[in-house]
Structure formats: C-alpha cells, structure tokens
C-alpha cells in the first residue's frame, strides 16, 4: 500500500492516536546524480536529482502503526 504525500496545505495525521509528529517514513526513490571520482578514486555526488518518488509505507513512532495516516488541512499561519 502506497501512503499519500503531504502537500504545502496538508499534513499527515495518525487515524489511531491522533498525532501529528513522529512517523517513521519507508520511502523509494528514483534519482539522477552526477557522480565525480577524483585521482584516488573516491565518488564524490555533486548534483543529485529526484525524478520519482513512492513512499512506500508510514509507521508511527509511538504506537505502531503502519499506514494508519490521513491527511489534514494544515493550520493558517497567525490561527
């Protein structure tokens, strides 16, 4: 199962336990990165783009649950 990204106007909330902070986020990416090797041949990354991203799973921290999350309206700065 596949969990929802958060938006700038959302955020996640545990359906559970009702928090907010502390989940524990399984995620796969797809990336491009410029890899340089210098004279000893150590790869030094130098830019690194992400051209796909699934987040895989979200466990809260507290009380275990995984996938347990809905998103939310995220409060008006000010309120």
Not at 14 to 40: K, N
Not at 60 to 73: I, P, Y
Request: charged residues 30%.
């Amino acid at each position: 199962m596949t969990v929802s990204p958060p938006t700038r106007g959302t955020r996640w909330r545990r359906t559970l336990c009702g928090g907010l902070p502390r989940l524990d986020v399984t995620r796969s990416s797809t990336v491009v990165e410029y890899v340089h090797h210098d004279l000893a041949g150590e790869p030094r990354t130098g830019e690194r783009e992400v051209v796909g991203e699934t987040i895989e799973s979200a466990r809260c921290h507290w009380c275990n649950a995984v996938d347990e999350v809905e998103l939310v309206d995220r409060p008006a700065a000010g309120s």
